[in-house]
């Protein structure tokens, strides 16, 4: 038998972690991913009630929402698998005859893939919907959202044409990948890790170490900023700009990767 | 076959087992007794590979337990005392978790949940505490696993309950299997276990058969009270009395009162056992 990694009996495993996911958090999943609708209702009924007539809410109001119910979505990772640190349920995951790696990978495909893709169907499915029927409601934030997108790129190009470092559009793409996940990693490796007040804890390390980088930054960039930007012209400046995204990516896949480690580590060596 | 060596666990400075050493053989039900805080969970965990032994080793059929390879997974279920309860009706609990142990059967898990009296269309997050016991026992005994880690599987059950788990663990498990019991009610379950393994304060003071207690101790149950007794315990009808068996007389064992012998009198018992 193999005891690292077998397809069949991981296959067994993420439909059982699937159905477990559906069973325990899809309710919340929908809930938050229906967020627009509640949203514009809410906005409707205001409308209604104060101003007396039918007005939806602007698109800078819904996309404030979208941003605002992917945030609690990252947040809400704290609790998928935060069941691992109680003793009941957590030395049952523990027992199930699946390998370390196995119960990993599915962990990450859930976290990283199918709680995301449920919320964005959801999402924006929904806001679809509503753009359908209503006419005043305005255009569907998927079109808008692939268009704002191009937007970015274009931007972008136009940093990168000036800069003799190029940046693709894969690259953005990438940046907001590996952006995400790094997110919902560091709300997931919380929830497996802290026992008790996981949201509270895991908010209160990111803001301790925002605090620290602003600390530090801030006695270091705006000298270091004036005397670059008084020194370069437009084209350095550029090759600038590149060079910093091309380092806060990497510094983003290398918090990746840590997160990463740490939520095998935890696996691994979790005891109850 | 289970063998533990040396094997030490503590909770930050207070050390709950120390420099334990037992081998555990096949197709037997151990019953695993002591006093409250002597470590009997902590060495059920140990053996299932919730935790990680601080000292010594345990080998389960030449596995380490805390590696949880699948292939030993399969082979063994670990009960706590409180089981989880689950957002789920008990037969589409049982079919999910069921696929993870190849030699279950859904047949028997419905056999003895039916044993049990308790439906198993029911939702488990709506059972009672001895409902949910017994679906999770229920489940336990269909995995046909080799090793079962049982804690203290009757507590929360009702009087027939009880006897309807010794008679579903005697019926439903495989003469090969071996079950650990660790319990505190050892007249429900005193008809079923045989060896006896006694824990004390970070040791093993008796790990022996029926056989061997009958051979080295002699139960008493008659009226008069004999003068070496090591133990005695009035009963309505009488006395229980323990002493030790100088004539090779046979007689019934009646386990609780083997364990406050052996808890009394530590270091005259110890020896008798251990030799």
């Known amino acids: 038998m193999n005891e690292t990694f077998n397809f069949s009996r991981f296959w067994t495993y993420f439909k059982y972690d699937l159905k477990q996911m559906w069973r325990n958090h899809s309710k919340a999943a929908i809930l938050i991913g229906g967020a627009s609708a509640i949203f514009y209702v809410i906005w409707l009924l205001c409308s209604l009630v104060f101003a007396q007539h039918w007005t939806t809410p602007p698109i800078a109001a819904r996309l404030v929402i979208l941003i605002l119910a992917f945030a609690i979505l990252e947040l809400y990772q704290v609790r998928t698998y935060g069941h691992l640190t109680e003793k009941k349920a957590g030395s049952a995951w523990l027992m199930i005859p699946a390998s370390k790696a196995e119960k990993y990978v599915s962990m990450l495909l859930v976290t990283l893939v199918v709680i995301p893709l449920l919320f964005f169907v959801v999402y924006f499915f929904i806001d679809g919907f509503l753009a359908l029927v209503d006419p005043t409601y305005g255009k569907a934030l998927l079109t808008g959202a692939v268009g704002t997108y191009k937007e970015a790129i274009e931007g972008l190009s136009a940093i990168s044409n000036a800069s003799p470092i190029s940046i693709s559009n894969p690259s953005l793409l990438f940046y907001t990948f590996v952006g995400f996940c790094c997110n919902f990693l560091y709300f997931l490796l919380c929830g497996i890790c802290f026992k008790k007040n996981k949201l509270v804890a895991a908010i209160a390390i990111l803001f301790g170490v925002s605090l620290l980088l602003s600390l530090i930054s801030g006695a270091f960039l705006p000298s270091f900023v004036n005397n670059i930007s008084d020194s370069l012209d437009e084209t350095q400046l550029a090759e600038w700009v590149v060079r910093m995204m091309n380092i806060s990516v990497a510094v983003t896949c290398i918090t990746t990767v840590g997160l990463a480690w740490g939520i095998w580590r935890r696996i691994k060596t979790i005891q109850h | 076959m289970i063998e533990i060596n040396n094997l030490g666990f503590s909770y930050g400075p207070k050390a709950v087992l120390k420099n334990i050493s037992m081998k555990v053989s096949e197709g037997n039900i151990y019953g695993l007794l002591g006093e409250n805080g002597v470590g009997k969970t902590t060495l059920l965990t140990l053996l299932c590979g919730l935790k990680k032994p601080q000292e010594g080793t345990i080998s389960v059929d030449g596995r380490d337990p805390f590696d949880r390879q699948p292939s030993l997974l399969c082979e063994q279920f670990y009960l706590p005392d409180e089981v989880s309860p689950v957002h789920a009706k008990a037969i589409d609990f049982a079919k999910e978790n069921g696929v993870f142990w190849p030699s279950f059967s859904l047949d028997k898990f419905r056999s003895i949940l039916a044993e049990f009296e308790v439906e198993d269309n029911q939702r ?140 009394a009198h530590k270091d005259l018992v110890k020896p008798m056992f251990n030799k």
């Not at chain 2, 090793?147 to 309950?161: A, F, R, V």
């Open chain 2, 124 to 263: 488990m997050d709506a059972m009672s505490a001895g409902q949910l016991k017994k679906a999770w026992i229920s489940f336990a005994l269909a995995c046909n696993a080799k090793y079962y880690y049982l804690d203290e599987p009757t507590n929360g059950l009702d009087i027939p309950s009880k006897a309807q788990f010794r008679k579903a663990v005697t019926k439903y498990t495989s003469e090969d299997s071996t079950l650990i019991i660790s319990t505190h009610q050892v007249r429900d379950l005193e008809n079923i276990i045989d060896p006896i393994i006694i824990l004390d304060n970070q040791a093993v003071l008796v790990n022996a058969t029926m056989e061997e207690i009958s051979e080295k101790l002699y139960f008493d149950y008659g009226t008069e009270i004999q003068p070496g007794a090591l133990y005695i315990e009035q009963t309505p009808g009488g006395c229980i009395q323990v002493y030790p068996n100088t004539t090779g007389e046979e007689s019934k064992v009646n386990v609780e009162a083997f364990f406050n012998t052996v808890h």
